[in-house]
């Protein structure tokens, strides 16, 4: 089988780079020339563990190509996957106009049936929208009047976590597929059919359900992790262990240990982006989503909180020098879209501290944020002479750090360990001043 992909951002890369790796032909898709060229010398435009070693070996082996022309990729695919950004608009909705335009080029395209498939998340009603767009550009321009029987639209949103998503493409929880002819379902379910040999539960369902699985289990696991952190919170001041807390509640079946870590909120280009635009969904329908509202807001306090708690602890923060360790969103990756580290340095610049920072693969981002930060070659050159230590993101590298090296490097021994990696009674036997989440 032969498919494109649209988009060879995130996703849409990790899409195409491991359906090659399936055994099919694959074409990805972007309108960015440069992009395309690096990615034909094996460029990869960002990092993730494993991705550069597919994409490398499937484009030399044939598998998979790169290309500005999405007429021909259409015209010699079965599939065609949209996967371009829907970023978010001033009022929290996804901006829809590259789906729109990419579904418009498409049309200008199609001469045989295609199965036309969103991986994008996008809000309910899109497959919906692209139906349209693409019938009604058949019908102008090549006068078909069968136009819905040319093509089908299909709803297979990615569930992928940035750092694992090679891992979650080739092992994941559940296949949705959202579709409306028997058709699309069967070639769909032929294209994952390495997925079915592995008995991955297959969720076939209509479009619009599909669509709204997707913001609906992003939207669950960002209350879960606003949850934990609002008990932290609590833990805190009632003097209990938030850890234990959410071990305790994880051995439940029905709640699960997963995303149960307290921290200093979600970020990601998802989490932020999905929840407030699933309440925009919910809002145009009149329906109120008090709980994914919540989520949100908690999510937004948890940052002044643990900004605030540096800031108190260190009485003046003005002129002191905080060495922040992270700075992407999470680990194993370079990605610092509404990361907790860009929120938390802004609101210590703000109040007149100096950052020395330092992150395994995200500083070139940060740079363009922070240009005028300093940014150390490892761990211990962020803490020398600080004020204090900041971790941020949960890297292993810092989760084994020599502690008493630290601490003859730091000025003042103020420790705030955001993501709980290390023993609070062990670091006040040290001698540290250590602060970390809910314990
Ligand atoms: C997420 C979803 O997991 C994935 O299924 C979806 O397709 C895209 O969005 P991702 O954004 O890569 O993936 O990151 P994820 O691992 O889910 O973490 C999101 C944020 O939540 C990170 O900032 C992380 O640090 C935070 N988090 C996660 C916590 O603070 N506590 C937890 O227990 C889990």
Redesign the pocket.
Known sequence: MHITIIGTGYVGLVTGACFSEFGVFVTCVDKDKNKIESLKNGTIPFYEPGLEDIVKRNFKQGRLKFSTDIGEAVEESLVIFIAVGTPPRGDGSADLSYVDNVAEEIANHIKSYKVIVTKSTVPVGTGERIRKIISEHLQQTQAINTADNLFDVVSNP??????AAIEDFMRPNRVVIGAESQQAIAIMKDLYRPLYLIETPFVITNIKTAELIKYA??SF?ATK?SF?NEMANLCEKVGADVNVVAKGMGLDRRIGP????A?P???????PKDTKALLRIASEHNVELGIVDAAIRANERQITVVSEKIKTMLNDIKGKTIAILGLS??PNTDDIREA?AISIIKNLLNAGANIRAYDPVAMENTKIVFPDITYCKDAYDACSSADAVVIITEWNQFRNLDLERIMKLLKQPYFFDLRNIYEPQKMKALGFNYYSIGR
Do not use: D, V, W, Y
């Not at 909120?265 to 989490?271: E, P, T």
């Open positions: 990615e569930f992928l976590r940035e750092g289990s992003n696991l992790i934990i997963k995303f149960l870590h921290g909120g979600f970020g990601g280009s998802c989490f969103f999470k907790p």
